[in-house]
């Protein structure tokens, strides 16, 4: 949610919202006091299935709109006189409309009753650590971004849709080398019609259960699969494309050059196979990226890409120049330029959009734009560095050192003030 979407707390005039989470154990394993705080109610929202687990009372039941967002801020606006109350699964800062409703009206709005969220039920049954398990929600999200959770013999948790998204977990799985990975659905977790299934990825044939489930992955990857993990550097293998490619060394150096930090957005300028953005976004769920290309083969391969590895929320752009003329974005908070050095006003219209604090990184590989990066460092200062990388290759029965071209790289720090 953008910023200037939010109402801020000082809006909501109303009194506190009393949001209780609910489980499948339904009214009677709610405690007594959010039992008390939802029945004292003029209104409680909530999904069908939740408004269902309610005894006969006197407030009014209303189900969720689709889409709920958008029409989040006119239905509490035309209850703000009544006494709201809102049902959650579980824990409703987990994953939860809590989080959405602190964000638009603040904490102080708000009474919440959390109760077990659906990860700390589903730690319980399997005896899993819950401070050591990765828990990855689907709910409006694209399933491969499980992707870059997934190593070998690591446990996860996946947060499903509905009571499709079991068999399409397995499914990814088997797609990406982890088809002999366990898989544990668990259902209706805490209520009378709790249920678990258990199987392999790729023998996976029960069919589609209970909507209300939790997916638990127990990783097991097949021999010799390409390892990938969150740390920048993946093989180059692991993107397609026309090898418009920062190389993995390079590009270790460059993403950690960036220093990608949760939440933070990074513009990738001149985009090529999408390597840096994908790397920025991976390091963690909430780095975000936006790239732009100009060839429109490259940005079908961008997006390719971003899918494959688990990152398919990148923002794929057009050329740099068109774009800045045609909208305003929000500013970044650190720049790649891996193309575009020697365009007239890419550096500016980039430097005057980066956020103060920001950082900008800049990769070199011609003379001409090497020379650039001089320049440019003698007037705004910065670091700049230079490295060349060199494989071991076949040459008859030996090996051969094989030199790629050199790089240039100039680091600079936005002034804050």
Known sequence: MAPDAAVTEAEWAGRPIAVAGIGADGWSGLGETARTAILECDVVFGSPRQLALLPPGAAEQVPWPSPLLPALPELFA?????????????????????????????????????????????????????????????????????????????????????????????????????????????????????????????????????????????????????????????????????????????????????????????????????????????????????????????????AANATALGVPGITIRGEVRSEFADAEFPAPDAIFLGGGLTQDGVFAQCWQRLRPGGRLVANAVTAESEAQLLDWSATYGGVLRKFQVYRGEALGGFTAWRPHLPVAQWIVGKPAG
């Open 78 to 302: 035309r209850n703000a006189d009544r006494r709201i109350g809102v049902l959650a699964s579980g824990d409703p800062m987990f994953y939860g409309i809590g989080v959405t409703l602190a964000r638009r009206f603040g904490a102080s709005a708000l009474r919440v009753f959390p109760q077990p969220s659906s990860a700390s039920l589903a730690c319980a049954r399997l005896g899993w650590p819950l401070a050591e398990t990765p828990v990855v929600s689907v709910v409006a999200r694209p399933l491969p971004t499980v992707l870059p959770e997934l190593v070998d013999r690591r446990r996860v948790l996946v947060l499903s849709e509905d009571e499709s998204t079991p068999a399409q977990l397995a499914q990814l799985l088997s797609d990406n080398g982890f088809g002999d990975s366990t898989l544990t659905v668990l259902e209706q977790l805490g209520g009378p019609a709790e249920r678990l299934l258990t199987g392999t990825a790729t023998n996976w044939a029960h069919p589609h259960g209970d909507p209300l489930n939790i997916v638990a992955v127990d990783c097991a990857a097949a021999r010799g699969r390409r390892r990938d993990t969150r740390l920048p550097g993946l093989a180059d293998t692991a993107f397609t494309g026309d090898g418009q490619l920062t190389k993995a060394e390079v590009r270790a150096l460059t993403v950690t050059a960036l220093a990608p930090a949760p939440g933070e957005l990074l513009w990738d300028v001149g985009g090529g196979s999408g390597s840096i953005a994908i790397e920025w976004c991976r390091t963690h769920p909430l780095c975000r990226a936006d790239t732009f290309e100009r060839l429109p083969a490259r940005r079908a391969q961008i």
